[in-house]
């Protein structure tokens, strides 16, 4: 089975830290995403990776980074958080192809 | 622009059939997923289209139309567990864009 975990279920931070939500893969995938999940607005695409070191910018990038050193980890880094950045923070993984993309537990992220 | 749209939200009854529409619009088309995602929990893969017609994996099936833009999951038999969000997701290269979910309500 495929397990994608992130690093915490819950997390609380103040307005203007640099934060930073890990997630790791153990199935060797190519392919690795970053989504928030707000109601009403559904999934939505931050950031991808298609190799180490290789990213790729989805719909609502503004005020998110990421790092990809090694091929198993993929980091979503907040510059400077805002509490409009509050929200559910789900990480994928996807073998490439016809594959499904695996999803983690998620990050609950409250910024005050 | 991409567009995917499904219902909000439907009701149903133990034992029953229910469909869930999905429309969409997006520039590239590389197949459809449909994933049920239970309330503070992880999104999880149920199918996947890429051709038109039904797809049947036990109580579960989903159909697609590539020229009608147009795809449907289909829950036979339902129970108490079927309650939660269903997400359908069109591929375009390699990520994936999601519908903003039909939340499903189950009672006995």
């Known amino acids: 089975d495929v397990k994608v975990t992130q690093s915490s279920r819950y997390l609380v931070k103040r307005t203007g830290e640099k934060v930073f939500l890990e997630c790791v893969q153990d199935?060797?995938?190519?392919?690795m995403f970053w989504y928030r999940q707000d109601p009403g607005l559904g999934l939505r695409l931050i950031y991808f990776?298609?190799?180490?070191?290789?990213?790729e910018k989805g719909d609502i990038p503004e005020g998110y980074s990421v790092s990809r050193e090694k091929k198993e980890r993929f980091s979503l880094i907040l510059e400077s958080a805002s509490t409009n950045q509050t929200s559910m923070y789900l990480c994928?993984?996807?073998?490439?192809?016809?594959?499904?993309?695996?999803f983690g537990d998620g990050t609950r992220l409250s910024i005050l | 622009g991409q567009n995917i749209d499904q219902p909000t939200e439907m009701t149903a009854t133990e034992g029953a059939i229910v469909q869930i529409n999905c429309t969409y619009q997006?520039?590239?088309?590389?197949?459809l997923f449909w994933y049920q995602q239970h309330a503070g929990e992880a999104p999880t893969f149920l199918s996947y289209?890429?051709?038109?017609g039904l797809e049947e994996k036990g109580r579960f099936s989903s159909f697609l139309s590539r020229s009608k833009g147009y795809s449907y999951l289909l829950l036979k038999e339902l129970q108490m567990k079927d309650s939660a969000s269903y997400l359908c997701?069109?591929?375009?290269?390699?990520?994936?864009?999601f519908g903003k979910g039909t939340t499903l309500s189950v009672s006995s």
């Open positions: 289209n890429v051709l038109d």
């Open positions: 994928a993984s996807h073998r490439g192809g016809n594959q499904p993309q695996h």
């Open positions: 199935m060797d995938h190519e392919n």
């Open positions: 990776s298609y190799d180490v070191k290789m990213k």
């Open positions: 997701a069109v591929r375009d290269g390699t990520a994936l864009i």
């Open positions: 997006t520039s590239g088309f590389n197949g």
